[in-house]
């Protein structure tokens, strides 16, 4: 297999793992904001904090998720293949862990700061259940990424 296909293959099959790991990490914040009081949902709050409306914000934010699910697919792809980390259940573990991290820094930054400057009010309160919902979704995130990583024929 020649250089080029290997880079297409990876970059194809990152892409594909970013996407299916954004429909994995949707779904498991939804399951957990479900326990709380309806939060208005990640994509629209993303969305807003762009357009500065909650009219323009559904496809704002729905382009804004699916082009960082490919980018951050790309990104623990090519860290995990940097490690050598692309067999299960290595790749499985490397990107949770790498969610991990990722989780952390941005549940922390959702709420220290930018939900009080979010220019919604209906976002600018993060509860422990946002921060959860957050952390454990790009868990979530980067699990799928692995799985789809360890069972690529890369």
Not at 97 to 115: C, N, P, Y
Request: glycine share 12%; no cysteine; charged share 10%.
């Amino acid at each position: 297999m020649n250089t080029i296909t290997l880079t297409s293959d990876l970059v194809l099959y990152a892409i594909l793992a970013g996407l299916l790991g954004a429909g994995a990490m949707w779904a498991g914040m939804r399951l957990i904001e479900r326990a709380g009081p309806p939060t208005g949902g990640m994509v629209v709050a993303v969305g807003s904090l762009l357009t500065r409306s909650r009219e323009k914000a559904l496809p704002m934010g729905i382009a804004v998720y699916l082009f960082s699910a490919v980018v951050f697919g790309l990104l623990y792809t090519v860290l995990m293949q940097l490690v050598g980390l692309t067999a299960w259940p290595q790749a499985f573990f490397a990107g949770a862990g790498f969610g991990f991290f990722h989780g952390l820094v941005v549940s922390l930054a959702l709420t220290w700061i930018v939900s009080d400057n979010h220019p919604l009010t209906e976002f600018r309160k993060a509860t422990p259940l946002v921060f959860l919902s957050h952390f454990a979704g790009h868990i979530v995130f980067g699990a799928v990424v692995g799985l789809v990583i360890s069972i690529a024929p890369l």
